[in-house]
T-cell receptor
Framework: AQSVAQPEDQVNVAEGNPLTVKCTYS??????LFWYVQYPNRGLQFLLK??????LVKGSYGFEAEFNKSQTSFHLKKPSALVSDSALYFC????????FGAGTRLTVKP | DSGVTQTPKHLITATGQRVTLRCSPR?????VYWYQQSLDQGLQFLIQ???????AKGNILERFSAQQFPDLHSELNLSSLELGDSALYFC?????????????FGPGTRLTVT
């Protein structure tokens, strides 16, 4: 069975500092991994995905994620956080169906 | 704006009732997905349709059903509603039915069961 875990409910960072939102997964076979962001009262927006190839994936709004097969992780990163990055972030894995993590609330303080 | 539309935005109904949520995918997208988002269950995948046919099934209750019509819009039917069905229901679409494509989410329908 496939699953995805986001070990942190909340991440707080100061504006301008690097941020990391963690995600680990469990899936048999090759994983298809995604990050989505949800702003208040909005639907989810796609940020980036890993299907195959380079382990470092670049996405929207300056975000990137690193696929690590040995650690079964797909952490979301950004070199310099903005206050406007504050939102709910979801990691997702697709094998038989789509599984989303519980979400991590990122707060960037000025 | 993702290009995915959902109606209605809000729905308030009583226990035991039946409701229908509607979704129009982005132009050209053949796949439609339905999700339920609640505080205690998080974001749960319900079902996927591709070009009118059911493609994948998740945690969808037997009281719930969905279909995708020839014009590719989709409806999610929720019956014998319970208080616990109160949630945000999202529809998403993607170009194809294959699993590697990102999904584009609609703004959601907030269902309140009283």
């Amino acid at each position: 069975a496939q699953s995805v875990a986001q070990p942190e409910d909340q991440v707080n960072v100061a504006e301008g500092n690097p941020l990391t939102v963690k995600c680990t997964y469990s899936v048999s076979g090759n994983p298809y991994l995604f990050w989505y962001v949800q702003y208040p009262n909005r639907g989810l927006q796609f940020l980036l995905k890993y299907i195959t190839g380079d382990n470092l994936v670049k996405g929207s709004y300056g975000f990137e994620a690193e696929f690590n097969k040995s650690q079964t992780s797909f952490h979301l990163k950004k070199p310099s956080a903005l206050v406007s990055d504050s939102a709910l972030y979801f990691c997702a894995v697709r094998a038989d169906d789509m599984r989303f993590g519980a979400g991590t609330r990122l707060t960037v303080k000025p | 704006d993702s290009g995915v539309t959902q109606t209605p935005k809000h729905l308030i109904t009583a226990t035991g009732q039946r409701v229908t949520l509607r979704c129009s995918p982005r132009s050209g997208d053949l796949s439609v997905y339905w999700y339920q988002q609640s505080l205690d269950q998080g974001l749960q995948f319900l079902i996927q349709y591709y070009n009118g046919e059911e493609r994948a099934k998740g945690n969808i209750l037997e009281r719930f059903s969905a279909q995708q019509f020839p014009d590719l819009h989709s409806e999610l039917n929720l019956s014998s509603l319970e208080l616990g069905d109160s949630a945000l229901y999202f529809c998403a679409s993607s170009p194809l039915g294959t699993i590697g494509y990102e999904q584009y989410f609609g703004p959601g329908t907030r269902l309140t069961v009283t």
